[in-house]
């Protein structure tokens, strides 16, 4: 599975960012699916996740501000991100995990998009 990240860019706190991640191949429908991020200078971090089912799951530090989304006809998942903070600042990474599985741990992905650098000003 291959996976494009878009969507990033310079925004003011406060303000509003939709990321999507476009997969190639066939069994994007079957693979759980995570965003991460890396702030510069510190390790990356979970985000939020969501399975093949449906089923998402967020970091406290974003909850109710980032909501994780996918289109399985689309092959896109999708990270609507809300009420930015400085803090959000960090290149956002999509990535797939194997069939029927999903998780919080990025040993838990098997497949990394390249990255999307979001920035939010002060």
């Known amino acids: 599975v291959q996976l494009q990240a878009s969507g990033g860019g310079l925004v003011q706190a406060g303000g509003s960012l939709r990321l999507s991640c476009v997969a190639s191949g066939r069994t994007f429908s079957s693979r759980g699916m995570g965003w991460f991020r890396q702030a510069p200078g510190k390790e990356r971090e979970f985000v939020a996740a969501?399975?093949?089912?449906?089923?998402?799951y967020r970091s406290d530090s974003v909850s109710g501000r980032l909501t994780i989304s996918r289109d399985n006809a689309k092959k896109t998942v999708y990270l609507q991100m809300d009420s930015l903070v400085p803090e959000d600042t960090a290149v956002y990474y999509c990535?797939?995990?194997?069939?029927?599985?999903?998780?919080?741990?990025?040993?838990?992905?098997?497949?990394w998009g390249q990255g999307t650098l979001v920035t939010v000003s002060s």
């Open positions: 969501i399975s093949w089912t449906g089923v998402t």
């Open positions: 990535a797939s995990t194997a069939p029927k599985a999903w998780g919080v741990d990025p040993s838990e992905y098997a497949s």
